[in-house]
């Protein structure tokens, strides 16, 4: 199985500033995902996000808000930019295990925005 | 549609086995799975089952899959007071980007 970690594991914000948050692989993957769980909801995907290629954005979702980063094999970072209170959730990353048929979540960071 | 569904809360007593439901839209869908998120945790990932199988068994957990009906079932025999937890079913769908469509999931809560 991947192990993934993510920073920070919560964060507290104001609105209209902007958080970085940073995934962590222990093996190279080809694929990593970024999801939104809404408070009490389930899980939404963002994007898709490839090494070496654009992000792949759901629909509803657009890169000036959520801009992400994949600079490596084993790495992403994912933006929530100019937030607001409606951005506060949980924002879990994930990568597809050896084989692919697997798909395993980082712990998560849980965004209050202010 | 995209739903995937899930009946929102399950209570059993502790010995007993809980089975929790999930019914699913795409019947091109390649791999369904189980995943648990504990209370303040990200998801952990349970057991997956490819879509041409009927029943996986691992250790105290069974995975039913009906085709036909679109229906996938999690039984958890000798329900434990740590299985209290959430469970999401997810489906992968073919093509695309191996993305993943998630059930709204089951609070499961042991009771003594």
């Known amino acids: 199985s991947a192990v993934i970690s993510q920073k920070p594991s919560r964060d507290i914000c104001q609105r209209g500033t902007s958080l970085t948050i940073q995934c962590q692989v222990d093996s190279q993957v080809t694929m990593m995902f970024w999801y939104r769980q809404q408070p009490g909801q389930s899980l939404t995907l963002i994007a898709t996000?490839?090494?070496?290629?654009?992000?792949?954005?759901e629909s509803g979702f657009v890169i000036d808000k959520f801009p992400i980063s994949r600079p490596n094999l084993t790495f992403s970072t994912l933006t929530v930019s100019n937030m607001s209170p409606e951005d506060s959730s949980i924002y879990l990353c994930s990568a597809d295990g050896q084989g692919r048929e697997t798909q395993y979540f980082g712990p998560g960071t849980r965004l209050l925005v202010l | 549609g995209e739903d995937v569904e899930q009946s929102l809360f399950l209570s059993v007593r502790e010995g007993d086995s809980s089975v929790i439901n999930c019914t699913y839209t795409?019947?091109?869908?390649?791999?369904l799975y189980w995943y648990k998120q504990e209370p303040g945790a990200g998801l952990q990932l349970l057991t997956y089952i490819f879509s041409n199988m009927d029943m996986k068994q691992d250790q105290r957990l069974t995975v039913l899959l009906n085709k036909m009906d679109k229906h996938l079932s999690l039984r958890i025999a000798d329900t434990q007071t740590g299985d209290s937890a959430i469970y999401f079913c997810?489906?992968?769908?073919?093509?695309?980007?191996?993305?993943?469509?998630f059930g709204a999931g089951t609070r499961l809560a042991v009771h003594p």
């Open positions: 996000a490839n090494q070496g290629s654009e992000a792949t954005y």
């Open positions: 997810a489906e992968r769908r073919r093509g695309g980007y191996n993305k993943l469509i």
């Open positions: 795409d019947s091109s869908s390649t791999y």
